[in-house]
């Protein structure tokens, strides 16, 4: 069974920074984009950034230039470095991957169940 747990959400102020980390376990036998998404309330989730598997990270932009993604060379683990809050990013962030799982020839999404990052003014 394929879990996501995400981590490093917290309360920061405006300017400040965080690092959210997103450890995946279970079998996926290839791994084809991750990504981070947020949802604020009333909003609709959006994503954030995302990294496929040429390695190539993709950014809204809203957040050019302050957040990066990167992974770890096993592909289990994904980082959002975040920087220069805004007010605005206050929002549940979840991690989200595509991938083939064991045994089958369809790929299929999972989800972590999301960290809360608030920024104050």
């Known amino acids: 069974q394929v879990q996501l747990v995400e981590s490093g959400g917290g309360l920061v102020e405006a300017g400040g920074s965080l690092r959210l980390s997103c450890v995946i376990s279970?079998?996926?036998?290839?791994?084809?984009?991750m990504g981070w998404y947020r949802q604020a309330p009333g909003n609709q989730r959006e994503v954030v950034a995302s990294i496929g598997d040429s390695g190539r990270p993709n950014y809204a932009d809203s957040v050019k230039g302050r957040f990066t993604i990167s992974r770890n060379s096993a592909k289990d683990t994904v980082y959002l470095q975040m920087n220069n809050l805004k007010v605005e990013d206050t929002a549940t962030y979840y991690c989200?991957?595509?991938?083939?799982?064991?045994?089958?020839?369809?790929?299929?999404?999972?989800w972590g169940k999301g960290t809360l990052v608030s920024v104050s003014a």
């Open positions: 989200g991957v595509i991938g083939l799982p064991s045994g089958s020839h369809s790929a299929r999404d999972w």
């Open positions: 279970g079998n996926i036998v290839s791994m084809l984009s």
